[in-house]
């Protein structure tokens, strides 16, 4: 008896993951198909979270309006002529698509511009740090995990999966001339990420279970610093009399002197250079971001009954403070923790009103 009622729940629980899992799909497809924003207002929305970035922006922003754009317009076919088959209709789509190459330096928001932009569009994302990676996973983790690392963001759901957002964090640390364990290749690694890249269909091995999983219609956005990629471009351009920021000159020739994969170059055609965040930048993420850690302390000592203010002084410094330490944007959080640290400690019931913090306080906390 006991064994029946045993086998009749855990038949209502797997027909009510099916339904759930269905439910998932059909949100996201839905999204997907239902997508019209423009670059412009794409970047509009993005705007209110990644500060500066002006011109990176706009061609991110681009690329992957276009791609969702293009993706929903298939789709919405493809579900009309399978009889609402999510499956066949994403198997049935073919839509080409330019996946981003980002180069900038630490902080500069290559990695904040890609998640904000997956959670923009509606869909799954995963970052990647490419440093974690070998070419056959003795020396850190293999290239294959990366598509567990995608399915278990879209909730287990291979169809949801098929349509997110992968960022490869640190790609330039796999450049050939960059590994620093002679028995791990950095082309290894890089020729392992092809095939994903490309769009091929993959198995994932979750335990005894095998799940086929294309990454067709994923969109990919490759990130790193590129130290000294500068030097190549410059020296190429005075070699060839070539004028003007090296920014705008930058080809896969340049890439691939730096160690990269010709190959792979070759499957990244939107590449954007990010700009060093100025102390201008720094102080507008902290003062006008919805992803601010500035704002979250200020909300959340407001939950307390106290108003926390930070001077126009305190506030370059704080900056100032991000750009000597090289961390960007990334680095802020770090720095108002330290700065904040002892009165997020010490107020929160002991003290309500306006409570400022000045130069002289940030100089202090920093030493």
């Known amino acids: ?9 855990a038949q209502r629980i797997e027909e009510k993951i099916a339904q759930m899992r ?14 019209n924003k423009t670059p412009f207002e794409l970047k509009t929305d993005m705007d209110r979270f990644v500060i500066g970035q002006e011109h990176g922006k706009k061609i991110m922003c681009t690329a992957i309006a276009f791609h969702y ?32 190459m ?49 399915l278990q963001a879209a909730g287990g759901n291979p169809n949801v999966a098929r349509m997110g957002i992968v960022y490869f964090d640190e790609i330039d640390k796999i450049a050939s001339e960059t590994i620093a364990y002679k028995d791990v290749s950095g082309r290894g690694v890089q020729k392992g990420l092809l095939h994903m890249v490309d769009g091929s269909e993959n198995t994932v091995h979750l335990g005894k279970e ?36 090296w920014r705008h000159h930058l080809t896969a ?23 060093q965040l100025t102390i201008r930048d720094l102080k507008n993420i902290m003062t006008q971001s919805q992803g601010s850690a500035l704002l979250a302390y200020t909300h959340d000592l407001k939950a307390w009954g106290i108003d926390l203010e930070l001077t126009e002084d305190a506030l370059t410094e704080v900056a100032r403070r991000a750009e000597t330490e090289r961390t960007g944007a990334r680095g802020l959080v770090s720095i108002l923790h330290r700065v904040l640290l002892e009165d997020m400690y010490r107020l929160p019931g002991n003290f309500t009103g306006k409570f400022v913090v000045d130069q002289n306080t940030v100089r202090e906390r920093l030493g």
């Open 1 to 9: 008896m006991d064994n029946g009622i045993s086998k009749r729940k």
């Open 22 to 35: 269905e439910d998932q799909e059909m949100e996201a497809v839905r999204e997907i198909i239902e997508f």
């Open 69 to 100: 754009r293009r993706l929903g317009q298939a789709l919405k076919k493809g579900m009309a002529d399978s009889g609402g088959d999510i499956d066949i209709a994403l198997r049935n789509t073919k839509t080409p698509k330019a996946n981003i």
């Open 102 to 150: 980002i180069i900038g330096p630490t902080g500069c928001g290559k990695t904040y511009t890609s998640e904000t932009a997956s959670n923009l569009v509606g869909v799954s994302f995963v970052h990647e740090d490419m440093t974690r990676f070998s070419e056959v996973g003795y020396v850190g983790q293999n290239a294959s995990d990366i598509l567990v690392d995608l």
């Open 210 to 245: 095998r799940i086929s999983l294309s990454t067709q219609h994923v969109l990919f956005i490759a990130g790193g610093a590129f130290e000294n990629l500068d030097t190549i471009v410059k020296k190429r351009m005075a070699r060839q009399g070539i004028e003007g920021d």
């Open 253 to 275: 020739d340049d890439l691939v002197e730096f160690g990269m994969e010709r190959q792979l170059v070759g499957r990244f055609p939107v590449r954007v250079v990010y700009d």
